[in-house]
């Protein structure tokens, strides 16, 4: 049987997708980048196919995507994050509609893209210069509160009063603005949602820039926090789909772009 | 894993956005100075109650509208209504006006458009009455008419020198007082005319003694404390606001006698003056007190424009009043509409003396262009007086907030050198 492989080396993390020859997702794993990205990807990879016995010899075709997919040699091919996203994203929601337009945060980046009729990309905005309003940014947060990321849902719908909003949505000023506000006995709930929201609008000043058409799909690790996922419907005023595993759709395009590219080889 | 959300009408998302604007700039007025006043907690929780909470003040009351200081509040009053001032401070709103009116308009009224606009109203005015004053505000009626509310213009003259003028903007307001009575079902008297304004007086008197304080060596209330007592005439129940700055007035006292000062030794004192600052744009007196500076005085719209001058009544008969009322609306206004406006100049000059002022800090916001234009013939005037003045062009987004501190805490510093060479 031939496989494909989609691999995505991110700032914050290392995805790495397998899809069988009608594209369907057959096993994921996601692992920290940590300080050697090359290393720790095939580390991660040949423990994947291992969980999944799947022999290296039976995977016929390799993509690497996002910010370090130059440092995976063994890669039969790289391609930009933003075309794997977009066919990740329309392949992850092909039972929910079309996807018109997919909103991912990374860590640390964020980005809209708009997609036509048949999934191409015709535009795109991403964030610029820094980690603001990012998956490390909740990272900052969540340590500045003393909580853990995976609580920050949690603390966002039991928020009961006036979201308190950052002005600062970078991590280095957010973080004394939160400790200014702890300092002031101001609930955490308030300014967990307060900080969500803040997210929200900047992500969705962000979508406008490139048109907001249904579906909206959301994904990348912060998309695993409701308490974000409804601030963003809320600011956009309608909802979004959250895949089951919003963290690899990047590199399960990756995958799906690997069987495409490994078919269209072999026709010629 | 991923859950049903409700999610929020668009009037819910407005109102949570305009929430987040207010709680923010409330906590910073509580949070961010030292010795807070006890009799500020009124209004801090009056402000939370209409901008966080959207909570209703007036409800099976008449009210009335009104897009300028223009309008006399006295005959409003003296016919049973309610006069809620529209002038709008919120980001939130300014946005959704932005889509209506031109990229370069001024934010004070693509906010007030904005409101208008999106029928979200706490308390909506059952007509509004809009003076020809600058020419947004004047073209904003129509805009706003087209939504379907009752705007009705009230002709203000942009001189204000000439006997033709006055006697134009007397029989504006003549019209005025008819409209509305008939609109009230309710007749002007000479005793309810008498009456309201005997009240807003008195409410000015207040304004007054709150203003003396501020001319001590040590300040016992801080600028954008008073912004917040005056923007809260714009809207709160009069008798209700009355009791508040009262009680206001003892505790200051009381701080007064005790030397309680609420900057610091050396914060230079500035007097404000330009576009006004209106909740919950606080952005550039919040950042010119957080700098180390006190604004001891102003000279805004919002404030002291609001509250100066008092109605100078002759003989208490009904046209003699009105006639009264007329002039102090025209007369002693300091508005940077008018052809000549030597008046307000004038004023920001006899404000930096009697309340020791070291600089000057003039806003206009970005697209007000009588304030921009005015700023040339300010910045000579306090030129030749020997005055510092730091001119800001600003609008109501919270961007620029770094920029904007830099320039106004090195104009605290060059302002506090001066003080120390002159010892």
């Known amino acids: 049987m031939n496989y494909f492989v989609g691999i995505d080396i991110g700032s914050t993390a290392i995805k790495i997708s397998v899809a069988d020859e009608n594209k369907n997702l057959v096993g994921h794993k996601i692992s920290a980048s940590g300080s050697m990205f090359y290393k720790y990807a095939q580390e991660a990879l040949s423990d994947l196919l291992r969980e999944l016995g799947i022999d290296e010899k039976e995977v016929v075709y390799t993509v690497a995507t996002g910010y370090g997919r130059k440092l995976f040699k063994e890669a039969d091919e790289n391609i930009s994050e933003i075309t794997a996203n977009a066919i990740g994203a329309q392949q992850a929601a092909k039972e929910h509609g079309n996807i018109k337009t997919i909103i991912n945060i990374g860590g640390q980046d964020s980005k809209a893209i708009s997609l036509d009729a048949e999934g191409n990309v015709v535009n795109f905005a991403m964030n610029d210069r820094c980690a603001a309003g990012t998956g490390k940014f909740l990272d900052v947060v969540a340590m500045n509160l003393e909580i853990g990321v995976d609580e920050l849902s949690d603390y966002h719908f039991k928020s009961k009063g006036t979201p308190l909003s950052i002005s600062s949505t970078c991590a280095v000023f957010a973080e004394s603005e939160i400790i200014g506000l702890l300092g002031n006995n101001h609930s955490v709930e308030d300014i967990v949602s307060g900080v969500h929201y803040s997210i929200a609008k900047r992500i969705v000043k962000l979508v406008k820039r490139v048109g907001v058409k249904e579906n909206v799909y959301f994904d990348g690790g912060p998309a695993l926090n409701d308490g974000l996922v409804n601030a963003i419907e809320n600011e956009l005023g309608h909802k979004i789909f959250v895949p089951d595993y919003p963290q690899i759709t990047t590199s399960y395009g990756a995958a799906v772009l690997a069987c495409d590219a490994f078919n269209s080889e072999s026709v010629n | ?423």
């Open chain 2, 1 to 423: 894993m991923h859950t049903e959300h409700t999610i929020e009408s668009p009037h819910e998302r407005q109102n949570r956005h305009k929430a987040m604007e207010a709680i923010h700039v409330i906590n910073a007025l509580k949070e961010d100075f030292k010795s807070p006043i006890k009799s500020m907690e009124y209004f801090y929780t009056l402000f939370e109650r209409v901008y966080c909470n959207h909570e209703p003040l007036h409800e099976g009351k008449s009210k009335i509208g009104t897009m300028c200081i223009q309008i006399p509040s006295e005959i409003i009053y003296a016919l049973d209504g309610v006069p809620i001032r529209l002038c709008n401070g919120f980001y939130t709103d300014d946005e959704i006006g932005g889509d209506l009116m031109p990229q370069k308009s001024c934010p004070l009224v693509k906010a007030t458009v904005g409101l208008f606009a999106s029928d979200n109203f706490s308390d909506k005015p059952d007509i509004t009455f809009s003076p020809t004053t600058c020419d947004q505000k004047t073209k904003a009626g129509a805009i706003i008419e087209s939504f379907g509310h009752t705007i009705i213009d009230v002709g203000f003259p942009r001189t204000k020198e000439s006997e033709a003028s006055r006697a134009y903007w007397r029989e504006s307001v003549k019209g005025f007082a008819v409209e509305l009575s008939k609109f009230q079902g309710k007749k002007l008297t000479r005793t309810n005319l008498e009456n309201s304004i005997k009240k807003v007086g008195y409410a000015q008197s207040l304004y007054h003694k709150l203003t003396e304080f501020r001319k001590h060596q040590a300040v016992p209330i801080l600028g954008v404390d008073m912004f917040l007592v005056t923007n809260a005439f714009f809207f709160d129940k009069i008798d209700d606001w009355i009791r508040a700055v009262e009680n206001l007035v003892a505790e200051l006292e009381q701080r007064s006698s005790e030397g309680v000062h609420v900057a610091g030794k050396a914060s230079p004192r500035i007097v404000y003056t330009g576009s006004p600052p209106i909740f919950p744009n606080y952005k550039i007196p919040l950042i010119i007190e957080q700098s180390d500076a006190i604004i001891v005085a102003d000279e805004t719209c919002s404030s002291n424009r609001m509250f100066n001058d008092m109605v100078a009544v002759d003989e208490w008969n009904l046209y003699d009043m009105i006639d009264s009322i007329s002039d102090k609306y025209l007369k002693a206004c300091t508005c940077p509409i008018f052809t000549q406006n030597d008046d307000r100049i004038r004023r920001i000059i006899q404000l930096v003396r009697s309340y020791s002022g070291d600089g000057v800090i003039y806003q206009a916001f970005a697209g007000c262009q009588v304030y921009e234009m005015e700023q040339r013939s300010v910045l000579a005037a306090m030129e030749r007086e020997g005055i510092p003045i730091l001119y800001i062009e600003s609008d109501y987004s919270p961007s620029q907030q770094g920029q904007l501190t830099t320039r106004v805490e090195a104009f605290v510093e060059s302002l506090k050198n001066r003080k120390r060479m002159k010892k």
